[in-house]
């Protein structure tokens, strides 16, 4: 399987890729990084809207239509859900190497 270019993702674009399954403004995606995270994963309003320029640009969020409000909201794409998707699978093969290398050991050690 060819890695795409994009992946690892960090941390942050992780969550806030997560968090705009939904769509959210810039202090909601905070707020809910924050809960995703349970508290661990914590962004300046400079960090979040320059990563918002950045997923806009690589198509993976966009902003949803001018509403009434003066806030601007985004939404994930068809295209970064499936950038999660690369990642989740990315993890899972990382989780299973490392699960199964403990375990080799794990069986040595007895």
Avoid at 36 to 43: A, F, I, P, R
Avoid at 70 to 94: F, N, S
């Amino acid at each position: 399987m060819k890695r795409n270019k994009h992946l690892p993702l960090t941390e942050t674009v992780y969550y806030i890729l997560l968090s705009l399954l939904e769509p959210r403004h810039g202090y909601l995606v905070m707020q809910r990084v924050d809960e995703l995270s349970e508290g661990q994963v914590k962004m300046a309003a400079g960090t979040l809207y320059g990563a918002f320029e950045n997923l806009v640009k690589l198509h993976f969020i966009e902003p949803v239509p001018e509403q009434e409000s003066r806030r601007k909201v985004y939404v994930i794409t068809e295209e970064g859900k499936e950038i999660l998707r690369l990642e989740q699978e990315r993890m899972r093969a990382l989780l299973s190497v490392t699960d199964q290398l403990l375990r080799e050991e794990k069986h040595e050690e007895v």
